[in-house]
C-alpha cells in the first residue's frame, strides 16, 4: 500500500496543522512524528492521551508511520470506562504531552512524551526500528476506537489502513476535498469524526487542518472565511449554537458564507438549523453519514439540490442496501418504505477487537448492519429516519448506551433502581434522562450527585442531564422495565 500521508514524506514546508499556539509545517510534523515512531520500536499497541492539541496529531500521526494501532484515550474518561478499555486493548504505552497529567489508571504503563518540536528521520526512510511505511500490510489495524453499544462496556473498533485511506478518498472525491483546503473545527479526538476525518483527512490530502481546542463561536467566526478556512466541520449542536447567533453576529455571517462547505454529521441536523444557516448565509450545510464501525456511508454533494433532512447517496465505493425486519432485501426508491441501512465497501471496519460473536452479529454475510432505519427517495437519496435501537442515545453527536449508564446509577447507594431513556433537546439532539427509584424515598440522592456519579465513572458526556424519581419502575408481567410508559409517570 502507498503512505497514507503522501506530503508528511515529502516534507512540504506548508502548514500541515494549527492549535492553539502550536502550529507546524509537514517538515515539521514529519520530523516530530518520525522521532516518536522511532521510539515506538517494539511496542505492539499504543494509547494516546487524546487532549484537543497538536500533540495528539503528531502521536498518530507517529504510530501509522510506525505501523503500530493507536487507541484514543478521551482525557476526561471516568475510572470505570477508562479501565475497561485499558484492560480489553492491552497498550504498551501511552504517548501523552510532557506537561499533561494522567490518571491512576494509565500509572502502570510507560509513558512517552510526545514533543512536537522534536527532529528525527524522514518517514518512509524506515521508522527506527526499520519498518518502512508503505510494507505495513494495509489491512492491518490503524487505530482502535471505543464506541458504546445498548449494554455493556464500549466495544473496540478496529479500523485497518485500508479503511481509513478508502473513505478519507470516497470523501474527497466527493467533496473535491483538495490540499487548497484550510479544515476548521473543534471536535473531541478520539473518535471518528474528529480524529479520522478532521485530522487525518487534511493530512492525507497535504491541506491545512485548525482545531480550535474548543468549541466557540467565536472561533468558528475568526478561523473561517477572512480567517483562511475554507471547510468547517461540526455536529448537529455546534451548527445549532452557530444558527442561534447568526441574528446578532454579522462577522460569523460573514465567516460562513465565505466558506466553501460546511459539513455536518454524527447526527441529524434538524431542517429548522438547516434553513436557519441557509436564511442568513446563503451558504446550505452538507450532511454526511458514518458510523465508527463504516467510517463514512453517504453524503449530500456540495453544489447539487440541497437537500435538508436526507444524507444524500452512498459514496464512491460504497454498496448500500435496505432489508426488512424479516431479512429480505427492500427494493423500493418511493420515500416511504422503511428497512434497516446495511453497508459494504473498502470503508468497513475489521471486526470488534476480542469480541468474534458481537462482530459475528454485526453482519450478515459481507453486509454491515448498521442498526439505522431509512428511506430511498427515487434518485436513491437516503432519509435516516430513526434507529433499530431505543436504547442508543445520542447526545452532543455522542453515541450513548441506557444499559451502561443504567449500571453506573445502580452502583451509587442511594439508587435502588434506574431506567435511562434519551429526550429530544433542541441543543443537544437528545439529552440523557435518569429515572431513579431512590434507596430511601425521605432521601433521594441529588440530581448533580448523580450526574457526577456517572461522569467520574464513564464520561461527563454520559452524565444525565435531568434525573426523574418514582416510586417504582413501570415494568410488563415479565418484569421488564416499560421505557414507553416513563414519561408519564416521572417527576422531577
Ligand atoms: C460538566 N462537565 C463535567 C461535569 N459536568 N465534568 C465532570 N463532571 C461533571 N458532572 C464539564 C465537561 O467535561 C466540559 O468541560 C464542560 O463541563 C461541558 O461539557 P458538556 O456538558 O459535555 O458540553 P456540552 O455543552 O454538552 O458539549 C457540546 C459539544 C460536545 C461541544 C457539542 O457534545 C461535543 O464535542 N460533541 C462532539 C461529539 C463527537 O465528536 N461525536 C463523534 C462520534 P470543558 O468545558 O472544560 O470541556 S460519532 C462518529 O464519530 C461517527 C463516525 C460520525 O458519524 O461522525
Ligand atoms: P458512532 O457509533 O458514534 O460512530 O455513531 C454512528 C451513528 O451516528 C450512526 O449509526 C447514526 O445513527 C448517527 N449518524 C451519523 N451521522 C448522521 C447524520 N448525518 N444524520 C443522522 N444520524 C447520523
Known amino acids: 500500500m502507498s503512505v497514507l500521508f503522501p506530503a508528511v514524506a515529502a516534507r512540504s514546508d506548508r502548514p500541515a496543522l494549527r492549535c492553539g499556539a502550536d502550529s507546524l509545517t509537514y517538515g515539521e510534523l514529519a520530523r516530530a512524528a518520525g522521532a516518536l515512531a522511532a521510539r515506538l520500536d517494539g511496542v505492539e499497541r499504543v494509547a494516546v492521551w487524546a487532549?484537543?492539541?497538536?500533540?495528539?496529531?503528531?502521536?498518530?500521526?507517529?504510530?501509522?508511520?510506525?505501523?503500530?494501532?493507536?487507541?484514543?484515550?478521551?482525557?476526561?474518561?471516568?475510572?470505570?470506562?477508562?479501565?475497561?478499555?485499558?484492560?480489553d486493548s492491552a497498550p504498551g504505552a501511552v504517548l501523552a504531552g510532557a506537561e499533561d497529567t494522567l490518571p491512576e489508571g494509565l500509572a502502570k504503563l510507560p509513558r512517552i512524551d510526545v514533543e512536537p518540536d522534536a527532529t528525527g528521520p524522514a518517514p518512509?526512510?524506515?521508522?527506527?526500528?526499520?519498518?518502512?511505511?508503505?510494507?505495513?500490510?494495509?489491512?492491518?489495524?490503524?487505530?482502535?476506537?471505543?464506541?458504546?453499544?445498548?449494554?455493556?462496556?464500549?466495544?473496540?473498533?478496529?479500523?485497518?489502513?485500508?479503511?481509513?485511506?478508502?473513505?478519507?478518498?470516497?470523501?474527497?472525491?466527493?467533496?473535491?476535498?483538495?490540499?487548497?483546503?484550510?479544515?476548521?473545527?473543534?471536535?473531541?479526538?478520539?473518535?471518528?469524526?474528529?480524529?479520522?476525518?478532521?485530522?487525518?483527512?487534511?493530512?492525507?490530502?497535504?491541506?491545512?487542518?485548525?482545531?480550535?481546542?474548543?468549541?466557540?463561536?467565536?472561533?468558528?467566526?475568526?478561523?473561517?472565511?477572512?480567517?483562511?478556512?475554507?471547510?468547517?466541520?461540526?455536529?448537529?449542536?455546534?451548527?445549532?449554537r452557530l444558527a442561534d447567533?447568526?441574528?446578532?453576529?454579522?462577522?460569523?455571517?460573514?465567516?460562513?458564507?465565505?466558506?466553501?462547505?460546511?459539513?455536518?454529521?454524527?447526527?441529524?441536523?434538524?431542517?429548522?438549523?438547516?434553513?436557519?444557516?441557509?436564511?442568513?448565509?446563503?451558504?446550505?450545510?452538507?450532511?454526511?453519514?458514518?458510523?465508527?464501525?463504516?467510517?463514512?456511508?453517504?453524503?449530500?454533494?456540495?453544489?447539487?439540490?440541497?437537500?435538508?433532512?436526507?444524507?444524500?447517496?452512498?459514496?464512491?465505493?460504497?454498496?448500500?442496501?435496505?432489508?426488512?425486519?424479516?431479512?429480505?432485501?427492500?427494493?423500493?426508491?418511493?420515500?416511504?418504505?422503511?428497512?434497516?441501512?446495511?453497508?459494504?465497501?473498502?470503508?468497513?471496519?475489521?471486526?470488534?477487537?476480542?469480541?468474534?460473536?458481537?462482530t459475528a452479529e454485526a453482519f450478515d454475510g459481507d453486509w454491515f448492519r448498521t442498526g439505522d432505519m431509512a428511506v430511498?427517495?427515487?434518485?436513491?437519496?437516503?432519509?435516516?429516519v430513526g434507529r433499530r435501537a431505543t436504547d442508543l442515545i445520542k447526545s452532543g453527536g455522542y453515541k450513548i448506551g441506557a444499559g451502561e449508564i443504567e449500571n453506573a446509577l445502580l452502583d451509587h447507594p442511594g439508587v435502588r433502581e434506574a431506567a435511562v431513556t434519551g429526550e429530544p433537546d433542541p441543543d443537544l439532539g437528545e439529552r440523557i434522562v435518569a429515572w431513579v427509584v431512590p434507596a430511601d424515598a425521605s432521601a433521594p440522592p441529588a440530581g448533580t450527585e448523580l450526574a457526577d456519579h456517572v461522569a467520574g465513572l464513564l464520561a461527563p458526556h454520559k452524565r444525565p442531564r435531568a434525573v426523574r424519581y418514582l416510586d417504582a419502575l413501570p415494568r410488563n408481567d415479565m418484569g421488564k422495565v416499560l421505557k414507553k410508559a416513563l414519561p408519564a409517570a416521572g417527576r422531577t
Do not use: C
Open 51 to 87: 487532549t484537543p492539541t497538536a500533540r495528539t496529531a503528531v502521536a498518530v500521526v507517529a504510530a501509522l508511520l510506525a505501523g503500530v494501532p493507536a487507541v484514543p484515550l478521551n482525557p476526561r474518561t471516568g475510572e470505570r470506562e477508562l479501565a475497561h478499555i485499558l484492560g
Open 376 to 384: 430511498r427517495e427515487a434518485d436513491g437519496t437516503v432519509r435516516l
Open 245 to 358: 447567533a447568526l441574528s446578532h453576529d454579522e462577522g460569523l455571517v460573514r465567516a460562513l458564507a465565505g466558506a466553501r462547505l460546511l459539513v455536518s454529521g454524527s447526527a441529524a441536523l434538524p431542517v429548522r438549523d438547516h434553513e436557519r444557516i441557509a436564511a442568513a448565509t446563503g451558504r446550505t450545510v452538507v450532511e454526511r453519514y458514518g458510523m465508527s464501525e463504516t467510517l463514512m456511508n453517504t453524503s449530500v454533494r456540495p453544489g447539487g439540490e440541497p437537500r435538508p433532512g436526507t444524507v444524500g447517496t452512498p459514496l464512491p465505493g460504497v454498496d448500500l442496501r435496505l432489508v426488512d425486519e424479516d431479512g429480505s432485501v427492500l427494493g423500493a426508491y418511493d420515500g416511504e418504505t422503511v428497512g434497516e441501512v446495511q453497508v459494504r465497501g473498502p470503508n468497513l471496519f475489521s471486526g470488534y477487537l476480542n469480541r468474534p460473536e458481537a
Open 124 to 240: 518512509g526512510a524506515g521508522t527506527g526500528g526499520g519498518t518502512r511505511e508503505k510494507d505495513i500490510d494495509p489491512e492491518s489495524p490503524a487505530l482502535i476506537v471505543y464506541t458504546s453499544g445498548t449494554t455493556g462496556p464500549p466495544k473496540g473498533v478496529l479500523l485497518s489502513r485500508r479503511a481509513v485511506a478508502a473513505s478519507l478518498d470516497a470523501l474527497a472525491e466527493a467533496w473535491a476535498w483538495t490540499s487548497d483546503d484550510v479544515l476548521v473545527h473543534a471536535l473531541p479526538l478520539f473518535h471518528v469524526h474528529g480524529l479520522v476525518l478532521g485530522i487525518l483527512g487534511p493530512l492525507r490530502r497535504g491541506g491545512e487542518v485548525r482545531h480550535l481546542g474548543a468549541f466557540s463561536v467565536e472561533g468558528v467566526a475568526r478561523e473561517l472565511g477572512a480567517g483562511g478556512g475554507t471547510v468547517l466541520f461540526g455536529v448537529p449542536t455546534m451548527y445549532h
